[in-house]
């Protein structure tokens, strides 16, 4: 879940706005209503310093492992989704 606030408001706030962030939430700082910031928890900073899952591999096994994907029938999900007409000319 987000929050945001302004930066005039996180200066009066800024204990309960970091109470917020280390209990999960994410804190959107707003200057003349325009994002510049954002107050994450240290758990969430090391993770997203980390990349999330660690590298691809184990994010596509992790999904894998996750997701039914013997139920799916890809060609027909992907009927009609590309344009299979002559392309376009060009000339040179």
Avoid: Y
């Amino acid at each position: 879940m987000t929050r945001t606030a302004s930066i005039a408001q996180a200066r009066n706030q800024l204990p309960a706005l970091v109470h917020s962030a280390e209990a999960g939430q994410s804190i959107v700082l707003t200057r003349r209503g325009k994002t510049v910031a954002v107050l994450l928890s240290i758990a969430e900073f090391e993770r997203m310093q980390r990349g999330g899952h660690g590298d691809f591999w184990q994010a596509l096994e992790t999904f894998r492992a996750q997701e039914d994907l013997n139920g799916l029938d890809l060609p027909a999900a992907l009927t009609g989704l590309r344009d299979t007409g002559a392309g376009r000319e060009v000339s040179w």
